[in-house]
């Protein structure tokens, strides 16, 4: 079976196709960076017209990466939600006017789903049960995967998301968006100078917490520059980089291991886009008690290759959609599907 996979749940257009037995024939991206670099953040109604112009372009593009024709694709699968809702009605529209045009099934996927499972796109999967590690800009989630569609939250974060905290950090530091690939490259010429805390750590929950962190950021600045009246030398940033990485990954560290003894689960998956930084996975693998997978760099940011791929699942067992509902869901708590 030959999947078409659509994601347009925030500033990322991807289309991608899946084949259930040749793996991925085509993975094709554009992202909005340009757009949004200046304005501080992603701009929801911005967003949602890069979509549109960039959708089809995007399906011809892969179709001709695959060399295949729109005629050999069996199902077109696309980003449900959570997410913007424009940037979800621009992908839901198009996925159910193709299959409809097509008279082939569509499904809607959930965003987090997709994520979780971008692990499977590698050809060594991790196997059921595992325990899933998704740290994105939206969502810093432990959740224990007992199957597919069978999703327990054993924790998340109180305010902001991993990768929330290290965009607003790197917005602190005066670095660009996003933010994150930013900040650890500054963290990655940094030295052990700052201690900065571990936010729940000694409690015996699976939760987190970014905020502090990142006003300990700001009240580190704060105090080095005198309220603003001096400026941060190279050097000190790189240093504030350093051990906000630092506490951020070792946060996720504390709880992963307590995530383990608690439920017995061995194998983790870490996912999302935060799993592309490379601090983050060199002391993840050296951490004992515990087998870790990861999606492919590529694959940790928005994509829709994850999305194909979540489908494959899904269709594999019988699931698709009713072909004239378009019902994004900007809000959907994983736990909710099945
Ligand atoms: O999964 P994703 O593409 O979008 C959401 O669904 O949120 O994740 C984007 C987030 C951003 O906050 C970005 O700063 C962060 O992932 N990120 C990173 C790295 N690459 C992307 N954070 C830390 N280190 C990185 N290398
Ligand atoms: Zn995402």
Redesign the pocket.
Same mark, same amino acid.
Request: hydrophobic share 30%.
């Given at each position: 079976m030959r999947i078409l996979g659509i994601e347009s749940? +925030? /500033? /990322?257009t991807g289309v991608a196709i899946f084949d259930t037995q040749k793996g991925l024939l085509a993975n094709q991206t554009n992202h909005q960076t340009n757009t949004h670099r200046d304005l501080g953040g992603v701009v929801p109604e911005l967003a949602s017209r890069e979509h549109v112009l960039h959708i089809m372009p995007l399906v011809t593009a892969a179709l001709k990466e695959a060399n295949i024709s729109k005629n050999d694709i069996n199902a077109i699968a696309y980003t449900q939600g959570p @997410?913007l809702i424009g940037s979800l009605i621009v992908g839901c529209t198009t996925a159910k006017t193709l299959a409809y045009t097509l008279n082939i099934p569509a499904i809607g996927i959930h $965003?987090?789903e997709g $994520?979780l499972l971008a692990p499977m796109l590698e050809p060594e999967k991790p196997e059921f049960p595992l325990l899933g590690l998704l740290?994105? @800009? @939206? $969502?810093s989630q432990l959740i224990q995967v007992n199957q597919l569609g069978d999703y327990h939250i054993l924790g998340e974060s109180l305010d902001d *998301? *991993? @990768?929330?905290?290290? !965009?607003k950090t *790197?917005r602190l530091l005066g670095l660009g968006? %996003?933010?994150? %690939?930013?900040? *650890? /490259?500054l963290a990655s010429k940094g030295r052990p100078r700052f201690n900065f805390p571990r936010p729940l750590a000694k409690q015996d929950n699976l939760n987190f917490s970014f905020s502090g962190l990142k006003t300990h950021v700001m009240t580190t600045i704060n105090r080095l520059t005198e309220n603003g009246n001096k400026e941060l030398d190279l050097a000190t940033k790189q240093d504030i980089a350093f051990a906000f990485?630092e506490a951020?990954i070792d946060s996720l560290l504390i709880k992963c291991k307590k995530a383990v003894s608690k439920t017995g689960i061995k194998t983790l998956v870490i996912?999302?886009?935060?799993?592309? #930084? =490379? =601090?983050?996975r060199s002391v993840f693998s050296q951490a004992e008690g515990f087998r870790v997978f990861y999606p492919d760099l590529k694959f +940790?940011? !928005? #994509?829709a290759a994850m999305i194909a791929c979540a489908a494959a699942y899904r269709l594999l067992r019988g699931e698709r959609d009713h072909y004239i509902d378009i019902l994004p869901k900007a809000r959907w708590p994983l736990h909710e599907i099945i």
């Open positions: 749940s +925030c /500033d /990322d @997410g $965003h987090l $994520h740290v994105s @800009g @939206g $969502h *998301a *991993a @990768g929330e905290a290290f !965009d *790197a968006y %996003p933010g994150g %690939p930013l900040v *650890a /490259d990485e951020v996912t999302g886009g935060v799993s592309a #930084n =490379k =601090k983050l +940790c940011t !928005d #994509n």
